[in-house]
């Protein structure tokens, strides 16, 4: 059986005979022996260590869709890999088993970069997600995998919780993210996610600033997060701060982890957001958890008309000529 190696962590400072970990806004202060509050890195008497390097929870191969991306590579798959952990502690987590499950704990395989890439090259599919739990905190095992696999192309899905240094040199090699953006208020986030909203929306705007391909997903909430004021902001920072274009995934809620006794979102309360979305100007606005007839297609903003279809993960391209809609010729937010 593989052990984890000991790798040492990226982005850390020794203060007295403690670390500063450098690598997210928490900024842990570690002393020998503690492990961080994302479970993934460890204080050895020699170094801070990136404690879960390796240690794969989740392996599949999926449709790019389900990350949810519906701009990128549309119909194709993806080579998907978590490990374990996460850097915000979400009430609602609906994959708290891997990611609020402390490191070690949770029934892993170790995997080498070299392993991982030989199970890619089986799979036949060019794109790497890492995904399931938050890859950031695997910051030291994602830039090895990108070193023996550097033809793929990765995409991230994550929680934004990143400093701007680390964010910078992913950026460097990860061609897609889709960020969640849990909710708008300052509030909700410290008092359902352990973080705070202003560091999630300064990663959305560095990594769009620096050209990755950014889709936003946003799960509704009933009660804490979606009010008409809420999500007008939402939409309105979108306006001002990124593009019309951004895609954006209002995703429906139901009830886990710590927050059981919550409703699921009700369809309406979806629709209701969407509308309002569109209507103040975004481009390409989604409903996502759910089946609805109109929710998951993408339309082209000039012409209207539809260019994708999609039934659940089916994906029927039906107006695209490379990155442009066949009937008026308008080129769409759209990576292929
Ligand atoms: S990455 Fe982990 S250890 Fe480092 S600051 Fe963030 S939560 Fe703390």
């Known amino acids: 059986m593989n052990i984890s190696p000991k790798i040492e962590a990226r982005f850390y400072e020794k203060d007295g005979n403690a670390y500063l970990c450098k690598l997210c806004p928490h900024e842990c202060r570690l002393s020998v022996g503690q492990i961080g509050r994302c479970g993934a890195r460890r204080a050895d008497e020699d170094m801070l260590v990136a404690y879960s390097y390796g240690k794969v929870s989740s392996l599949c191969v999926d449709p790019i869709e ?10 194709r798959r993806v080579f998907s890999v978590g490990g374990i952990g996460c850097n915000m502690s979400c009430k609602h987590c609906q ?26 090259g089986r799979e036949k599919v060019d794109l790497i997600a890492f995904t399931y739990n938050e890859p950031s905190i695997w910051f030291e095992y994602m830039m090895d995998v990108i070193d023996c696999v550097p033809d793929a192309t990765y995409v991230l899905v994550t929680n934004g919780y990143i400093n701007e240094g680390p964010l910078r040199e992913l950026c460097k090699h990860v061609s897609a993210m889709n960020i969640d953006v849990k909710g708008f208020t300052d509030e909700f986030y410290m008092n359902v996610c352990g973080g705070h909203l202003e560091n999630v929306l300064k990663t959305v705007k560095i990594a769009f600033s620096l050209k990755v391909h950014i889709e936003l997903t946003y799960l509704l909430i009933p009660g804490y997060n979606d009010s008409e004021k809420e999500i007008r902001e939402f939409v309105n920072w979108i306006l001002n701060d990124l593009s019309k274009d951004v895609p954006v995934h209002f995703t429906r809620f139901h009830p886990d982890n710590a927050m059981n006794n919550v409703p699921w979102t009700s369809p309406e309360s979806l629709l209701r957001a969407m509308e309002i979305a569109t209507e103040m100007g975004l481009n390409n606005v989604y409903v996502g958890n759910i089946i609805s007839e109109d929710g998951s297609d993408t339309y082209c903003p000039e012409c209207g008309a539809v260019v994708i279809a999609r039934t659940g993960y089916l994906v029927e391209i039906i107006a695209l000529q490379g990155l442009k809609c066949k009937g008026c010729g308008h080129r769409l937010y759209m990576v292929r």
Not at 67 to 73: D, I, T
Not at 101 to 115: D, I, L, M, Q, V
């Open 66 to 75: 389900k990350k949810p991306f519906y701009h990128f590579h549309p119909g």
């Open 95 to 120: 994959n708290y088993s891997i990611s609020q499950s402390a490191s070690g704990k949770k029934r892993t395989t170790y995997e080498s970069p070299e392993e991982l890439a030989d199970m890619f």
